[in-house]
């Protein structure tokens, strides 16, 4: 199969294979991408089962099992793709935002390869990866047609939840965050105390689904005149709730209180995305992060959106290495190129450094 390319005005073309490391928490993975869309592999191994009986993710641990996973993960993706290391045309990887050690280990493993083969380097921001899972697409399916700017994006996940207004490749405006809890940290907190196992986001949807999303008029931070999301009152308001059932003797109805808490996380996203994408004159709406896997928000999208909505597939959702190596792609065309001495950045926002 021809490797596609990238032809820039005055510049010869641009061979597009991608390698795509990934570490910023629990998964280890790396991927080869083509052309910034095509996946021609992708390899994750996950540590949730490792983490689970902390509750959440335990950074040292994390560290370590990533140092024992990173190089197995890489050799995978390149069998897979059925490449060579010296076929590859660059390396992607995180660089930020995430936890130090998990990042450290990825970052330091893209290094000792572009060393040791001469390869172009490219530090990736892990929020920008998230939006660019729009573009990907198994190399064996049909090509889909691309994302169309100017495009609104939600990033939720364990530790973000970020409003993006994208107008091109690269280009963005941060628009709103949240100002305490991120959507999937609310998840997991409330999980624990509902007694629901790690990690909480699928924990709290599958009691959900044998739940009353009305059962409980639980708070919705709206915010007015931002763009800002606020989850800590809802987090404090199950709480509430939780300790009255304990004074009162009373059976915690487990599954009501998840169904009512997941519906007012879902209103607030769904509501603020869709506002934000109209007063802002987006075409589409991509939704990306962990908590994009969340079928009550996937639904309630499909029925109050005007606008295309695009979900990753479960795979896409989580962190995985495609997303990496697909934002490295645009980065690479565009003449990046990172040395040796690129440091880790933790708390990297959507913007350059």
Aim: glycine share 8%; with cysteine; aromatic share 6%.
């Amino acid at each position: 199969m021809p490797t596609p390319a990238i032809t820039r005005p005055g510049a010869i073309e641009i061979p597009a294979r991608i390698l795509g490391i990934e570490t910023s928490c629990d998964e280890t993975a790396a991927s080869v991408v083509i052309g910034g869309r095509a996946i021609l592999s992708s390899q994750v191994a996950s540590q949730v089962d490792l983490h689970a009986q902390y509750g959440g993710v335990f950074p040292e641990v994390a560290s370590r099992q990533h140092i024992l996973t990173i190089h197995p993960i890489i050799t995978q993706a390149l069998q897979q793709a059925h490449l060579a290391i010296d076929e590859i045309d660059a390396i992607a990887v995180t660089r930020g935002p995430g936890l130090p050690g998990s990042l450290a280990v990825g970052v330091n493993a893209a290094k000792g390869l572009a060393l040791a083969t001469g390869l172009p380097l490219v530090g990736i921001n892990h929020l920008e990866a998230h939006i660019y899972s729009a573009w990907l697409y198994p190399v064996d399916q049909p090509v889909p047609p691309e994302p169309e700017f100017p495009l609104m994006a939600l990033i939720v996940s364990g530790g973000h939840t970020e409003l993006v207004l994208m107008s091109g490749h690269l280009q963005y405006k941060h628009l709103g965050a949240t100002l305490d809890d991120a959507a999937g940290e609310a998840f997991d907190k409330v999980a624990r105390l509902l007694g629901l196992p790690y990690p909480g986001g699928p924990s709290i949807q599958t009691a959900a689904e044998l739940g009353n999303p009305r059962a409980y008029n639980f708070p919705r931070a709206w915010l007015e005149d931002s763009w800002d999301f606020s989850f800590s009152g809802l987090k404090t308001a199950v709480l509430r709730e939780v300790r009255r059932h304990e004074e009162t003797s009373v059976p915690l109805p487990v599954s009501d209180m998840a169904a009512s808490f997941q519906t007012a996380v879902v209103d607030v996203l769904v509501g603020k995305s869709l506002a934000a994408a109209k007063q802002f004159g987006a075409r589409q709406v991509v939704v990306a992060g962990g908590v994009s896997a969340n079928r009550a928000l996937r639904a309630s999208l499909a029925e109050k959106s005007e606008l295309p909505v695009y979900v990753p597939p479960l795979n896409l959702c989580t962190d995985n290495a495609a997303m990496i190596a697909g934002a490295g792609f645009y980065h690479f065309i565009r003449g990046q190129q990172d040395s040796l001495d690129m440091d880790v950045v933790p708390n990297w926002s959507l913007s350059p450094v």
